[in-house]
């Protein structure tokens, strides 16, 4: 198996499925499947079932998987050998980013990254944090994260950021009347979630005591209240472009805020591609 076989096992083993894993490789549905062809073809034995649901790894196929996820981890070590013996960071480094972060300081970051280190390959999984963190415990597929949120387990984590919880609305006229504006609520992890009720309740607000309006997405309901459409409680990370009224919150008596944080393995750190990042993001 080549390089790109290797890469094809990955991608069908993660995803199960034949158009998404074509969409993570950046070719077309078809490519994909004639590649995959040609390694049965070579190999001699089928090592996918297709479904309607789906595909699912034959015998063969996993054990055509394992060998592809083995060498792949050995390139990986092969390549921090090298640099640590060359001294010049290169290789790949598989990064998994929560969405909101991607989204508002990510780019930034890569330009700055990539410019000191041409030489590294970046392969980018962009998700909700939950989805970061549990691919960086299974150790398949990603090397690092940056996740939002809290999170116990095995990882080292590193906090890169801390911002304040604000609350905004259209206009400072607003802030005295918001039980008269819809709560404008977005999908977020359970502890964020918890922490934004307890606020809730114990500034005597509710948000299911009016109309309330909820959106998957934190781009969408800070457009909204900027549009007179409610009001909601965002992290500062969303707010570069807001132009109503904005307020920084308290809980408990102290600054509500939302931490995000670098996390990887512990025998990953010392990989000089890894500490080329890390040290690009603090």
């Known amino acids: 198996m080549d390089e790109r076989d290797i890469e ?3 991608a069908l083993k993660k995803t199960r499925n034949i158009t998404q894993a074509a969409g993570q490789l950046f070719i077309n549905q078809s490519s994909l499947s004639k590649r995959l062809h040609n390694l049965e073809q070579r190999l001699q ?17 996993e054990a055509a998987w394992e060998t592809a996820r083995k060498t792949d981890q050995l390139n990986h070590q092969l390549q ?18 929560s969405i909101n972060y991607a989204q508002y300081a990510l780019p930034a970051i890569l330009v700055t990254f990539q410019h000191q280190y041409p030489a590294v390959r970046l392969n980018i999984t962009i998700d909700y944090s939950r989805n970061i963190y549990q691919q960086l415990l299974s150790g398949t597929h990603l090397d690092v994260g940056i996740v939002r949120g809290e999170f116990n387990g095995p990882l080292q984590q590193t906090m890169i950021k801390n911002e304040t919880i604000n609350l905004i609305c259209p206009t400072a006229a607003d802030r005295s009347h918001l039980d008269k504006l819809p709560f404008i609520q977005r999908q977020t992890d359970s502890h964020f979630q918890d922490e934004m009720t307890t606020w809730l309740a114990s500034n005597q607000h509710s948000a299911f005591n009016h109309q309330t ?8 309901c800070v457009a909204f209240v900027d549009h007179g459409l409610g009001w909601a409680l965002v992290p500062e990370i969303a707010l570069d472009h807001f132009k109503g009224y904005r307020e920084p919150l308290l809980l408990n008596g102290q600054p509500f805020c939302r931490q995000t944080y670098f996390m990887a393995p512990t025998n990953l750190l010392s990989a000089p591609v890894v500490e080329a990042f890390k040290n690009t993001l603090i």
């Not at 309006?213 to 969408?220: A, Q």
């Open 213 to 220: 309006i909820t959106v998957n997405n934190l781009t969408s």
């Open 45 to 61: 034995t089928q090592l996918v079932i297709r479904s309607q649901h789906g595909i699912q790894l034959t015998s063969a196929g």
């Open 80 to 97: 921090t050998t090298l640099m640590r013996e060359s001294q010049v960071v290169c290789g790949s480094l598989n990064l998994g980013c």
């Open 8 to 10: 094809m096992l990955l």
